[in-house]
């Protein structure tokens, strides 16, 4: 991706989770982020996704979520909307633009959450008792692709990570119609958690959560509760 987008773009800079950044000469740049979901990839659960971004001077111009294994490419431009395509090589003119739905009640709302295990309890509890919370469905960007193609009503993280794993969110959700911020209203990456979903939902749920203690402390867990990375699933 790296060389491609140098021969094509070579004033632009390039920033990925693989070799750092490449400064350029525009004032533009490109964010890659290969495997969103690595944990998903290496045990076999086919819930990761390959994301890119082009910023600007005014944040995020284009986003890009591949989902391989289900062959699904949701990508958005400023200001020319959010689309979907199909197919193991997605043919864009037969895209499908695509809008974030219109649930405005948090009872009937299907909330993604994304690391759930580092959440409190009294934060899961908030989204258990008031909303229909689905857990364990992919990382942040995966709930991102569920959210603009109406299979979610909201995606709620605690921790978003570094700038290659939201880079391509914000103009994805805006031109889908939706709201993203960090879960004290503030534009992203702000302090670091985020919340995306429709401007109905927007508010009743920062009002539920923001008051919350969100992280808690589950390292100490690890050893006894967690798989080592790379070994093989039970069949």
């Known amino acids: 991706m790296r060389r491609e987008l140098g021969r094509q773009t070579p004033d632009d800079g390039i920033l990925g989770e693989e070799n750092g950044s490449d400064e350029g000469i525009s004032g533009r740049r490109w964010v890659i982020d290969p495997i969103d979901g690595t944990r998903f990839f290496t045990n076999g659960i086919p819930v990761f ?22 062959q699904e490419l949701v ?17 864009l003119d037969k895209a499908r633009q695509v809008r974030i739905g219109n649930c405005t009640h948090l009872g009937t709302a299907v909330v993604h959450g994304t690391h ?3 959440w409190t309890v009294d934060f899961m509890a908030a989204l258990h008792a008031h909303c229909l919370l689905q857990c364990n469905r992919g990382d942040d960007a995966y709930g991102i692709a569920m959210l603009v193609t109406g299979r ?18 914000p103009v994805i959700v805006s031109e889908a119609g939706g709201v993203a911020t960090d879960l004290r209203g503030r534009a992203l990456p702000g302090d670091g958690s985020s919340l995306a979903t429709n401007p109905a939902l927007h508010l009743p749920l920062l009002d539920l959560l923001s008051p919350l203690p969100r992280i808690r402390r589950w390292k100490h867990l690890a050893g006894t509760v967690t798989r080592p990375r790379g070994t093989t699933p039970p069949q």
């Not at 890119?52 to 289900?70: C, F, K, R, T």
């Not at 990508?75 to 193991?88: E, M």
């Not at 979610?152 to 969110?169: M, R, Y």
Request: hydrophobic content about 45%; proline content about 5%.
């Open 49 to 70: 996704t390959n994301l890119l971004a082009y910023e600007d001077e005014h944040g995020s111009a284009i986003g890009v979520i591949n989902m391989p294994m289900q």
């Open 75 to 91: 990508f958005a431009g400023r200001g020319l909307g959010c689309w979907i395509a199909h197919g193991a090589n997605p043919n």
């Open 116 to 118: 759930t295990f580092t």
């Open 152 to 169: 979610a009503d909201a995606v709620v993280s605690v921790h978003t990570g570094k700038h290659w794993d939201w880079a391509p969110v």
